[in-house]
């Protein structure tokens, strides 16, 4: 591709991002995926200037608003291009040239945006917070007061790049094993600061067309999403149910915690996603997992298998407020009323989810969220429910599972991107009280 067929290609996806609510990357690969005669570097070039556009998309906006310009994809681009990139007119005007496959000529108007800014930077002093903080008004005051003093490094962290993490898969391979062989394809990997399982590797690099890959040995994870497995502390012979398995990488990082010894139900209400999964299952050599599709959170399956696992993850639906990096378009499609309905389901599935969990078992709820009414509010509320529960605090779970302390002090696990170099996670760790013989028989009450 030419350069100026990258920036056409670029305001052509950036179209269809905007046109649908699925997520970025996914719209980006099925794009990407239908056009297979694009290559490697040429798709690597537009998705990096797709992803810059997004996550600056609050700045290019107040710029545009400020020199009278429509907000729309190739004005977003022209304004990242101008921005980001610090092209001038000349240098745009060879890339909107009206060739094949390159954009339409910049007609006057743009040509006034252009040199309006030129020689700009794109952070000014006069942005409001919430635009400087790539963030609607009403979710950044939330996010500033739930950070509190982390608020300035962790609002500044969730508008950048997230690292590329991958968990060595214990089922198949060691993690020094799996970094030796992804050297041997080129792509150097440093261990993760807190997983056993974790490596980190600079930049998008093509792990899923190595050979490591393709083996199972290794998966793409956040190394704050394998701690979330990790501390859920399933053993093997165990019985588990990942209750919101969605495409099965928490189930996956179980059975691998697990020695793939035991059985492991992956829940969901999504059959396609859940469906997906056994692909990688598969890949990964696990053979311990059965999936079961769900009608909603309250289907007869649960009440059928009252008190029968020793283990429950709820990785429930949430505002995704941790994964903005990853996500950028995600906080512009919350809102107030979205979180509202998110903060009710997740208290229907815990109320139902726990009626799994046998006495003596455990019921490991998280989020990657940073809100508090998605995470400490919403275990107080179970908690003040069900008071057969009651919180194992996580400095103890995460001793005898990884040693030492964790990040921060307090009952929960609440991973910070600055400040841990994880997404921002929050986790909480509740025991069902009673004994292992209650479970034999368990109450025939409401459970």
Known sequence: MTPAARVAAAIELLGEIAATGRPADRVAADWFKARRFIGGGDRRAV???????????????????????????????????????????????????????????????????????????????????????????????????????HAAAELAALREEAPVDLRANAVKAGREEVRAALAREGIEAEPGRWSPWALRIDGRRPVAATAVFRNGEVEVQDEGSQLVALLADAQAGMRVCDFCAGAGGKTLALAAAMGNRGQIVACDVRGGRIDRAAQRLKRAGVDTVRRQVLQDERDPWVKKHKAGFERVLVDAPCSGSGTFRRNPEAKWRLSEAGLAELTALQARILESACRLVKPGGRLIYATCSL??????????????????????????????????????????????????????????????????AEALHPSTGSG
């Open 371 to 436: 809100l508090p009414e998605e995470n400490e509010a919403q275990v107080e509320r179970f908690l003040a429910a069900r008071p057969d529960f009651a919180v194992l605090p996580v400095a103890g779970v995460w001793a005898e599972r990884l040693g030492g302390a964790p990040p921060a002090a307090g009952p929960f696990l609440k991973l910070l991107p600055a400040r841990d170099g994880t997404d921002g996670f929050f986790l909480a760790v509740l025991e069902r009280k009673g004994t292992a």
């Open 47 to 149: 998705s990096l200037r797709i992803w810059a556009v997004l996550r600056a998309r609050a700045r290019l906006g107040w710029w545009l608003a400020r020199a009278g310009a429509a907000e729309t994809p190739r004005a977003q681009v022209l304004a990242w291009l101008c921005l980001g990139e610090g092209l001038a007119l000349p240098a745009l005007e060879r890339l909107f040239d009206g060739a094949t496959f390159a954009p339409a000529r910049l007609e006057e108007r743009e040509r006034g945006l252009a040199a309006a800014l030129a020689g700009q930077p794109l952070d000014h002093p006069d942005q409001p917070p919430a635009v400087a903080a790539e963030l609607p008004g009403w979710l950044h005051a939330r996010l500033a007061a739930a950070l509190g003093e």
